[in-house]
T-cell receptor
Framework: DSGVTQTPKHLITATGQRVTLRCSPRSGDLSVYWYQQSLDQGLQFLIQ???????AKGNILERFSAQQFPDLHSELNLSSLELGDSALYFC??????????????FGPGTRLTVL | AQKITQTQPGMFVQEKEAVTLDCTYDTSDQSYGLFWYKQPSSGEMIFLIY??????QNATEGRYSLNFQKARKSANLVISASQLGDSAMYFCAMRETNTGNQFYFGTGTSLTVIP
């Protein structure tokens, strides 16, 4: 158990809908990262937050948004869902925003299926 | 250019033998970190080992060691005495300072341990 929690574990929804994925980082970790893992595109970095502020942005679509709250939990909002958004969405946390020496700890992931 | 390259989509190893999973990286930064993660079929991402760019000795964690060749920009993972439970996807990742400590992942290598 990495200490990172994600809810829900599974989510099945229809095209055009909106969903929210939730992540609680490990106790004391200030950084939260979101990733999308699909079969054809591997593990794609979406976005990073550090202590409530956006720190880095990767291949995140405009239909997707995220935020980190004062209690450090984070939510990833996916809207106008398309079939291609079906994937495993990971949240990861690490202790600091700066410094390359901290590993990330991954949550169990949320498997999103868009029908 | 790809930040992380894993050229072996699939590897097979006999149980109790050692195996090397290749990883090369691309960075102009002097300060960076290299990581390996394991993803079993259950889906979770498990941190295995870390190597810092300034570390002079190769990192080791139990049966895992990282063969770090800085001049060649390679960070190969060596698993000794393979076990059936080592069958999984293995991802190499890098974190560098000059891109805001973003993590970059390779496409992964699928390792199968044969009894």
């Amino acid at each position: 158990d990495s200490g990172v929690t994600q809810t829900p574990k599974h989510l099945i929804t229809a095209t055009g809908q909106r969903v929210t994925l939730r992540c609680s980082p490990r106790s004391g970790d200030l950084s939260v990262y979101w990733y999308q893992q699909s079969l054809d595109q591997g593990l794609q970095f979406l976005i990073q937050y550090y202590n409530g502020e956006e720190r880095a942005k990767g291949n995140i679509l405009e239909r997707f948004s995220a935020q980190q709250f004062p209690d450090l939990h984070s939510e990833l909002n996916l809207s106008s869902l398309e079939l291609g958004d079906s994937a495993l969405y990971f949240c990861a946390s690490s202790p600091g925003g700066a410094g390359v020496y901290h590993e990330q700890f991954f949550g169990p992931g949320t498997r999103l299926t868009v029908l | 250019a790809q930040k992380i390259t894993q050229t072996q989509p699939g590897m097979f190893v006999q149980e109790k033998e050692a195996v090397t999973l290749d990883c090369t990286y691309d960075t102009s930064d002097q300060s960076y970190g290299l990581f390996w993660y394991k993803q079993p079929s259950s889906g979770e991402m498990i941190f295995l080992i870390y190597q810092g760019s300034y570390d002079e000795q190769n990192a080791t964690e139990g049966r895992y060691s990282l063969n770090f060749q800085k001049a060649r920009k390679s960070a190969n993972l060596v698993i000794s005495a393979s076990q059936l439970g080592d069958s999984a996807m293995y991802f190499c990742a890098m974190r560098e300072t000059n891109t805001g400590n973003q993590f970059y992942f390779g496409t992964g290598t699928s390792l199968t341990v044969i009894p």
